[in-house]
């Protein structure tokens, strides 16, 4: 019989580590890999220099002189026109030139300090709910937040209430519109989404079925047909008809679409959520309510934030589509600014910076996403 | 024994009948539970002794027969249902704790929400449990980070948080690797003598022949025999429990 003296732990072999076994072991671990990474290097090497030339390096810069904080930055003596900014390479000062159309639409430009407030107050939000993260009654600040936010964003773009101006909303455009209708429609659908998909799994048949048409009705119609359907169709069966507003026809078409997508997203949550969960929570006596807002939707949704961000990413990208009931989002001034006789074809300029505009918000919603997971990730915590 | 003949019955079980689809599952139990009893239920698998204490807490539903648990009859009335839930706990064979909750939030949440205590109270009763299952340390974990045992204490600390009077136990030590068996075994041997009812589906057999008033043994979904400790084990009438405990008794004895 053999007894072994308990061994103490030792660090890995020097081999394991170093920069050249990172590029044996991810790059080259084989003919094929190393072939892989050829050829992605190769596209690489054709694709971004090009690129980078036509934004960048040729691209015109001749803004003529920028107020920018205050601060006078001269770019050039005056600001470039079609004519002489080129063809082979972009025409920033086109941009420029249209920054105003693209971020506010056609808002009031002695008004624009009122988008301006409601994007700081959006960031102010995400800095406050930050902060109170450790307070004692955060939950309570939260909730107040999240009630007073809409209501003073709202009195702020939109105006009356003998406070401010009236803007109408067939103003609104650009990337002001499309935040408006992305942010409403993933707010305002989230909670219904969220009921259906209780409801979908509901023991009480007419709720259950009521919900499990409405999703598979919704599921099986295009963004299109709703929009279509809930700007031109919507207001035949209301009293006020034509004088319904158009964005918010679009807004309950979109908000009715979304909470779909996310009843069958949040519903895959809750399908992972053992049945232990479900009696634990029965067995120590809480309501259906409690046991739901207690025990199971805080799991299901925590689950779920992966494909919640990405569900809520598509209707962004979707809310482009607004552009063929007549909203003028940002995508859609593109086309409308291209139509400028003295800045004519000047779309590539125009796309190229809504990609770059999008992408940095889409980027963004889904680095959030992926720090929320880890943050709610009690699962596997040491 | 005699002097358990006074007390009166907190459980009462007659002609209870149940089916999962077309399977009997359940066949005319009948049983009664004095107020301080301790009582185990063993058998085979699939012999129906989860689902009937799981049916003293209404988690199954059944089709036939009454149940009435401190005086109050099982119905589909979901307040009496709730009512008959804050007096009884269960105990889990997988812990069910809420992964999501720290240790010491698993055991206040019932109190909190269903037995409207504040959150002081609660936690400082919390607390007190978690001393007396002897993780007190680790309050502000979160369950995953437990070993078994210590999840399944836990477990019965936060059944205990509200004060109920008859603890049903699921298997409690089946999903434990053998170190950690014991040390909830002493735990519920605490509680036995604490005086609270207690219901146990187990296959421990040192727990039975130590703690339990009675053992019951189940077959097929009904109830085969049942016995004090020492003439359970010493004198099994019924070959099926002859059979069943030479089953489960060779590797111990």
Known sequence: MAVNELQSTRKPPIFQIGAILWLRTNLFSSWVNGLLTLASLYLLYISIPPLLDWMVLSANFNFGTVNILGFEIKFSEVMADNQNCGREAACWPYIYEKLYMYIYGFYPREESWRPDTVYGLTALLFVIVRLVRNYKYKNRVILSLIVAYPIVSYILLAGGFGLLPVVETHRWGGLLLTLVIASVGIIVSFPIGVVLALGRRSDLRVIKLFSTLFIEFIRAVPLITILFMASFVLPLFLESGNNFDKLLRALIGIALFQAAYFAEVVRGGLQAIPKGQYEAADAIGLSYLQKNALIILPQALKISIPNIVGSSISLFKDTTLVLIIGLMDMLAMVNMTSQDPYWLGRETEGYVFVTMVMWVILYSMSRYSRKLEIRFNTENKN | ?253
């Not at chain 2, 009904?222 to 019924?238: G, L, M, T």
């Open chain 2, 1 to 253: 024994m005699e002097t358990e003949n006074n007390k009166s019955n907190i459980i009462e079980i007659s002609e209870l009948n149940k089916w999962y689809g077309d399977f009997h599952a359940l066949k005319n139990i009948n049983m009664n539970v004095k107020e301080g009893e301790i009582i185990v239920v063993c058998g085979p698998s699939g012999s129906g002794k989860s689902t009937l204490i799981r049916c003293v807490n209404f988690l199954e539903k059944f089709q036939e027969g009454n149940i009435v648990v401190s005086g109050i009859e099982l119905t589909d009335d979901a307040q009496k249902i709730r009512k008959i839930r804050s007096e009884v706990a269960m105990v889990f064979q997988h812990f069910n704790l809420f992964p999501h909750l720290t240790i010491v939030d698993n055991l206040t949440l019932a109190p909190i929400w269903v037995h409207n205590e504040t959150k002081e109270e609660a936690r400082e009763k919390a607390l007190k449990f978690l001393e007396r299952v002897d993780i007190s340390e680790q309050a502000e974990k979160y369950p995953n980070q437990l070993s078994g045992g210590q999840q399944q204490r836990v477990a019965i600390a936060r059944s205990l948080c509200t004060s109920p009077k008859i603890m049903l136990f699921d298997e409690p030590t089946s999903a434990l690797d053998p170190e950690m068996i014991s040390e909830v075994l002493d735990v519920m041997v605490e509680l036995a003598k604490g005086g609270i009812t207690m219901i146990c589906v187990t296959h421990e057999m040192g727990f039975a022949k130590k703690m339990a008033n009675r053992i019951i043994f189940m077959d097929e979904g009904q109830i085969v025999e049942e016995n004090d400790p020492i003439n359970f084990f010493k004198n099994p009438e019924s070959n099926r429990l002859q059979l069943f405990l030479s089953q489960i008794l060779t590797h111990d004895e």
